[in-house]
Antibody, heavy 116, light 107 residues
Framework: QVQLVESGGGLVKPGGSLRLSCAASGFTFSDYYMSWIRQAPGKGLEWVSYISSSGSTIYYADSVKGRFTISRDNAKNSLYLQMNSLRAEDTAVYYC?????????WGQGTLVTVSS | EIVLTQSPDFQSVTPKEKVTITCRASQSIGSSLHWYQQKPDQSPKLLIKYASQSFSGVPSRFSGSGSGTDFTLTINSLEAEDAATYYCHQSSSLPGTFGQGTKLEIK
């Protein structure tokens, strides 16, 4: 069965950095677009970034452009999100998601808290 | 950016009731509209793809309809386990945008 397991979340000070990872299993990882979607506490869903199956096409939300970098390693069935210059408003649960035109599988999420 | 507006924001309903949640797009998106259910402290789950196609394993009481700018998620004979927040999502223009969510409370 499809499994997406995020790791790397935690407490970080404003201006700091964090790297999220997502380990995928149960499907051919290299066939799928993958995404990071976040949810601030008590709020709705926001698409942060997506990456095509080969890594050649990448999207970033304006709110993270220039600060976050998405990448993938198809040999390791892994998705990553490097987050730099973190701000308080980046505090959220970050979900790894298998996404084509819709998200059919979501990870359990990893909480990122940006606070001094 | 395509904006999705859901209504209502909150609804308190009794078991066995029929529930309708609407999602309106700021411009035509064809059938590129999907519905998700998020229960408290869980990740979202796909219910309906492309406006009316049920995702695998989703109970038959969930159905979707609509095209263009107006869409509906219907839950027939509501069950207590359906207490959740429901989101619509459009993929007409990638990466897509989400509605603000509709929270269903079971009385």
């Amino acid at each position: 069965q499809v499994q997406l397991v995020e790791s790397g979340g935690g407490l970080v000070k404003p201006g700091g950095s964090l790297r999220l990872s997502c380990a995928a299993s149960g499907f051919t990882f290299s066939d799928y677009y993958m995404s990071w979607i976040r949810q601030a506490p008590g709020k709705g869903l926001e698409w942060v970034s997506y990456i095509s199956s080969s890594g050649s096409t990448i999207y970033y939300a304006d709110s993270v452009k220039g600060r976050f970098t998405i990448s993938r390693d198809n040999a390791k069935n892994s998705l990553y999100l490097q987050m730099n210059s973190l701000r308080a408003e980046d505090t959220a649960v970050y979900y790894c998601a298998r996404s084509s035109w819709y998200v059919d599988y979501w990870g359990q999420g990893t909480l990122v808290t940006v606070s001094s | 950016e395509i904006v999705l507006t859901q209504s209502p924001d909150f609804q308190s309903v009794t078991p066995k009731e029929k529930v309708t949640i609407t999602c309106r797009a700021s411009q035509s998106i064809g059938s590129s509209l999907h519905w998700y259910q998020q229960k408290p402290d869980q990740s979202p789950k796909l219910l309906i793809k492309y406006a009316s196609q049920s995702f695998s394993g989703v109970p038959s009481r969930f159905s979707g309809s609509g095209s263009g700018t107006d869409f509906t998620l219907t839950i027939n004979s509501l069950e207590a386990e359906d207490a959740a927040t429901y989101y619509c999502h459009q993929s007409s223009s990638l990466p897509g945008t989400f509605g603000q969510g509709t929270k269903l409370e079971i009385k």
